[in-house]
């Protein structure tokens, strides 16, 4: 028990590394003139931001572009610019792309109300709302991931299309030694990473930082099992995981045979759903992965759910 406890705590100092490289990386590349990350995109600036007030917050926002509306939602302990800086810009060029920081995170403050994944998806609800949004295409990122299934499982009537990438629908969906070492986070790991610089410089109290991690921590620290209800999600969902990342491969598999997959394409035609394992790729390297994750995105979202196998 001593060396699993022990292999458990190496892998999330690791995590947490390798978080802070990237978060580390992003604010290098970044060129806006912000030293607080108050823009996400090293190319573009947000068209409108601010804060909706929804469900007890007050939910910091930005709108990039134009066109059909996306909602990325990104993962645990990040904020816009951590996440989605290449994202942004690329998604931007033809839809309206809304960002968001969840409860905690960010420059959105935290309140007395314990974090969870349906109570994030209800925020997200709340903000399109506020945006007079009626529907949405949404993509969630790990913990976003997380958030965007219970949107899909508790605002069926505001959802176009699910992207995930990196998420799990059940606890057992990640890696066993990933799934044990969340109980061994702490603050300290995050001393001198972007990511504490971040939530020091845009408006959380640096002192709440310890209960903040725990505050994270803790959504994943109790079992959950969506199974049911995700796989009953009518809307057409695109899942992509890393082929080294911390979600199993039989989790993204399992949803995918049960949402049409499996079959032969040129025979059965193509289901309304896609899967994609991308090559080389952890799961921090998929916020690294926008050059090629883009353009699948989008081609699912464009998609004609209507079309049949090319033949010969």
Known sequence: MKKHIGISRAMVAVLVVAMS???????????STETTGTTASRAVKPAESGYADV?????????YGSGKPIVLI??????I???WSPFIPLLAKDRKVIVAEMQ??????DIPRALSYESMAD???????????????LLGYSMGGGVAFQFAVRHPKQLRRLV???GAYAHDGWWPDAEAGFATATADQFKGTAIKKQYDSLGNDPAHFPEFVKKVISIDLKPYDWSKEVKKI???LFMAIGDVDGVRYEHALELFRARGGGKMGDLHGLPKSRLAIIPGTTHIGMTKRADWLVPMITDFLDSDLNATPPTF
């Open 21 to 31: 490289c990237q978060s580390n990386s992003t604010e290098m590349k970044s060129k």
């Open 55 to 63: 469900n007890g917050l007050k939910l910091y926002y930005e709108v």
């Open 74 to 79: 990104h993962g645990s302990f990040m904020t």
């Open 81 to 83: 610019p951590l996440n």
């Open 104 to 109: 905690g995170h960010g420059r959105t403050s």
């Open 123 to 137: 925020d997200v609800a709340g903000l399109l709302r506020h945006l007079k949004i009626d529907s949405t295409d």
């Open 164 to 166: 995930i990438l990196s």
């Open 234 to 236: 009518t809307a057409p």
